[in-house]
């Protein structure tokens, strides 16, 4: 497994601004991935951030929306670019240390945009 | 998109009783993955399965990888109240590299 750390944890924005996850792993993995969980709602992928290449986007989501940044194999940003309340969710990051499918998630960062 | 669905959709159960929630498909899933988040906190990994027909267990969770690689099925032995929160299938589809297919969860609820 991996012990992952998210920051902030929380927050509450306006809209219009722009917010900048970060996902903070313990040990060097190659895959890390991006999720949202809208209220009440399951995990949707949003990106595949694997150091050395480009992200990858889901259907839905775009770059301009979602930048990814992986500078190495322990860390990983995701912003949220020009808020609206639709963005008010919870994002999370995980790791599949293992180059298995098995995926370890983060605590989630859970934004509010007004 | 892919559909996982998963069922039921919410439990509302007496404490000591047992559980079975279950995730079905029409396309072949390659593993599947049991998760429990509970409020606050991100899905925490219960079980994975990584091959059809297997059975694991841990402690009083038992999950199942179906024979037809389409289905999973988690049970909960004897709950207790601290198994409240929402448990979430996913899977690997044969065909889509390491992205994660996730069920709708199942909220458990147990009184005391």
């Known amino acids: 497994s991996a012990v992952i750390s998210q920051k902030p944890s929380r927050d509450i924005c306006q809209r219009g601004t722009s917010l900048t996850i970060q996902c903070q792993v313990d040990?060097?993995?190659?895959?890390m991935f991006w999720y949202r969980q809208q209220p009440g709602q399951s995990l949707t992928l949003i990106a595949t951030?694997?150091?050395?290449?480009?992200?990858?986007?889901e259907s839905g989501f775009v770059i301009d929306k979602f930048p990814i940044s992986r500078p190495n194999l322990t860390f990983s940003t995701l912003t949220v670019s020009n808020m609206s309340p639709e963005d008010s969710s919870i994002y999370l990051c995980?790791?599949?240390?293992?180059?298995?499918?098995?995926?370890?998630f983060g605590p989630g960062t859970r934004l509010l945009v007004l | 998109g892919q559909q996982l669905n998963q069922s039921p959709q919410s439990m509302f159960i007496q404490e000591g009783e047992d559980v079975s929630m279950n995730c079905t498909s029409s396309?072949?899933?390659?593993?599947w993955l049991w998760y429990k988040q509970e409020p606050g906190e991100g899905p925490v990994l219960l079980i994975a399965?990584?091959?059809?027909?297997e059975l694991t267990s841990n402690g009083r969770l038992t999950a199942q990888f179906g024979i037809t690689r389409k289905d999973s099925f988690l049970n909960i032995s004897a709950s207790i109240p601290s198994d409240v929160g929402i448990y979430f299938c996913?899977?690997?589809?044969?065909?889509?590299?390491?992205?994660?297919?996730f069920g709708g969860g199942t909220r458990l609820m147990v009184k005391p």
């Open positions: 040990s060097q993995v190659t895959m």
């Open positions: 995980s790791v599949a240390p293992t180059g298995w499918e098995t995926q370890y």
């Open positions: 399965l990584y091959k059809a027909g």
């Open positions: 996913a899977g690997q589809l044969e065909k889509a590299g390491n992205m994660l297919t």
């Open positions: 396309s072949i899933f390659n593993t």
């Open positions: 951030a694997n150091q050395g290449s480009e992200a990858t986007y």
